[in-house]
């Protein structure tokens, strides 16, 4: 019987448990986001985990609009992130980079006064979150086919630069309303080229990017995320459950290490589950699954032993305890996130969380 705490390989990765960390924003880079000495301690706490996913990082200066978010197309910011890997290596940890384009959800603000891009021209709903607090979106302009070619490039860039800062592989953020979703669902891609219409042409974007990614660090060292249960920030589509299984199966066939889903959990206080495609897209993949969003470790330790998953990324719970697979394997109490400083600056809320006493503490 599977558990939590049972190993597993996960392309080039040996992991010695199956409790990820999941992708969190935190905002401690500097405003021209280039990562911070402070990101190594955070990381490296977490270095129990079976593998890091890193918070969502920027592929260009185009594609991130989040304050004091992490970029990594710069050669400065690759230098930042060696000291970061290296502190989660030497911590005995493994961790990998998660590769962010946010299309219409950047504000012209972080543009220059330029519009966003995105699959077609919308807008999104609500507001973004910017240097000068909350501004409404801005329409998006539709990238041209040269364009495209040039994102593409960006995330090949990116992934380069990813190898050169030591991660130990990517993943591809193709999820919760960012610019590769905004492509998959046709409530946001409204084109009438070979990248729009059909479901073939609206998740020809997310095959071409996977592609890249491979030619670059290899299919056993690439990753995918998917958000099949969630129209997020606006970003919905009239048949989901067709459009990502097809997905899957486009994904499984390039031989990519895993497909993580951020896959809402009917017990979430956060977001209900509006659809569960999980079983068809489980059938259409034939590689790594994990699944992400609120779970316990009851509820983890129930989906590993169905058979539903291979392996659980832990979001909050990784946030607030960074020795999380300890303290699981026992059963024992957990730190509270303090949701007011997810996104501030500094210590707080940040490394600042308590590991278990150390005169409690012992091996894993």
Not at 13 to 30: E, K, S, V
Not at 286 to 296: E, F, M, R
């Amino acid at each position: 019987m599977t558990t939590l705490f049972d190993p597993i390989t996960i392309g080039a990765l040996d992991a010695p448990n199956r409790i990820l960390m999941a992708p969190l924003t935190r905002g401690r880079a500097t405003r021209a986001h280039v990562p911070t000495p402070l990101m190594a301690e955070y990381y490296a706490q977490r270095a129990s985990a079976g593998v890091i996913i890193s918070e969502a990082t920027g592929i260009s200066r185009q594609g991130l609009g989040w304050p004091y978010a992490p970029g990594i197309w710069s050669d400065e910011q690759v230098a930042a992130w060696k000291p970061i890997v290296r502190a989660v290596h030497d911590a005995g940890g493994r961790i990998v980079s998660q590769l962010w384009h946010m299309g219409r959800i950047v504000h012209p603000d972080f543009l220059d006064g330029h519009d966003p891009v995105s699959a077609s021209a919308t807008t999104a709903p609500d507001w973004a979150r910017t240097y000068e607090g909350k501004k409404r979106y801005a329409q998006a302009h539709a990238l041209t086919f040269d364009e495209i070619q040039r994102v593409v490039n960006d995330y090949r860039r990116a992934a380069r630069n990813a190898l050169a800062a030591g991660f130990d592989g990517v993943q591809l953020h193709a999820a919760n309303g960012y610019l590769i979703d905004q492509f998959l669902r046709d409530g946001t891609n409204l084109r009438d080229d070979c990248y729009g219409g059909s479901i073939d042409n609206r998740v020809r974007l997310l095959i071409e990017v996977t592609r890249a990614l491979i030619e670059t660090v290899g299919a056993e060292r690439t990753g995918v995320r998917l958000s099949p249960n969630d129209d997020a920030q606006g970003c919905g589509d009239s048949n989901p459950g067709e459009l990502f299984t097809k997905a899957a199966a486009e994904l499984s066939r390039l031989g990519i290490a895993y497909l993580e889903m951020r896959a809402s959990r009917p017990e979430s206080t956060f977001r209900p589950a509006i659809r569960q495609l999980v079983p068809a897209i489980r059938s259409a993949f034939k590689g790594v699954l994990i699944l992400n969003s609120d779970y316990t470790l009851a509820s983890a330790s129930r989906t590993l032993r169905s058979g539903e998953a291979d392996a659980i990324a832990f979001g909050r719970l990784f946030l607030a305890n960074p020795d999380l697979p300890w303290r699981l394997a026992r059963n024992a109490g957990l730190n509270r996130p303090n949701v007011a400083t997810f996104y501030t600056r500094g210590h707080a809320g940040y490394t600042d969380y308590p590991s278990a006493p150390e005169t409690v503490l012992g091996p894993f």
